[in-house]
């Protein structure tokens, strides 16, 4: 299997306060993880993509400061939303794969983030 | 650059019917890759599909079938004897290498398919 978890589900936090969202790759080693913000009955945005051990590539208009992607395992990504504010409110998924190429991307089951 | 297009928003059809969801794709690279994902209510996106540029053979599992022809730069889906459990968000991805040299997805805009008891 490719079985990929992020943890919380859901999260509410005041305004100003920091989140800490954790995507798993449970089965499998995923040399690259990507985070995607999904808008409601919208598509998926790619935020950044982070391969294991280096600094992630953060996709235009994302702001690095604000959304800290560490990669420090193999089966380990975490995406910080620091000083959240309510339009930081979103659906937040994660996606690992095997190799940094061409291969299939598994996704986690995503978190939900309400900032009030 | 590259482009997927999901042109049917919104499909609903009634129990047992057939269902086609199309994807058009635009690419100017001579290999990528070609995905379907399901999104039901929870959120979670299910892998489907995968197909590379150079197979151009269709594909059957269970209900469900695929279409790709690159003549068309189409990569359609087909449900067959559509059941409730169907229901959901279907994204159409085209994996090609960025300008940086990764690889990153880009997702259609998705189409909403209700099955209807």
């Known amino acids: 299997g490719a079985v990929v978890s992020q943890h919380p589900s859901r999260v509410i936090c005041k305004s100003g306060t920091s989140v800490k969202i954790e995507c798993r790759s449970l089965?499998?080693?995923?040399?690259?993880m990507f985070w995607y913000r999904q808008f409601p009955k919208k598509s998926l945005m790619l935020m950044a993509t982070?391969?294991?051990?280096?600094?992630?590539?953060?996709e235009q208009g994302v702001e690095k400061d604000k959304f800290l992607i560490n990669h420090a395992s193999l089966t380990l990504s975490t995406l910080t939303v620091t000083s959240a504010h309510p339009e930081d409110s979103s659906f937040y998924i994660c996606s690992a794969s095997r190799g940094r190429g061409s291969e299939t991307q598994y996704f986690g089951p995503g978190t939900r983030l309400l900032v009030l | 650059a590259q482009k997927v297009t999901q042109a049917q928003t919104e499909i609903s059809v009634v129990e047992k019917e057939d269902v086609t969801l199309d994807c058009v794709y635009e690419t100017r690279d001579t290999t990528y890759y070609l995905f379907w994902y399901k999104q039901p209510p929870s959120g979670e996106l299910v892998f489907l599909i995968r197909?590379?540029?150079?197979?151009?053979q269709n594909e059957i599992s269970g209900r469900y079938s695929w279409n790709f022809q690159k003549s068309t730069s189409s990569f359609n889906f087909t449900i067959t004897a559509s059941q409730v459990v169907d229901s959901a968000v279907y994204f159409c991805a085209l994996s090609g290498r960025s300008t940086s040299g990764t690889y990153k997805y880009i997702f259609g805009t998705g189409t909403r398919l209700k099955v209807l008891a």
């Open positions: 089965d499998f080693q995923a040399t690259t």
């Open positions: 982070s391969n294991e051990g280096s600094k992630a590539t953060y």
């Open positions: 197909r590379n540029s150079f197979d151009e």
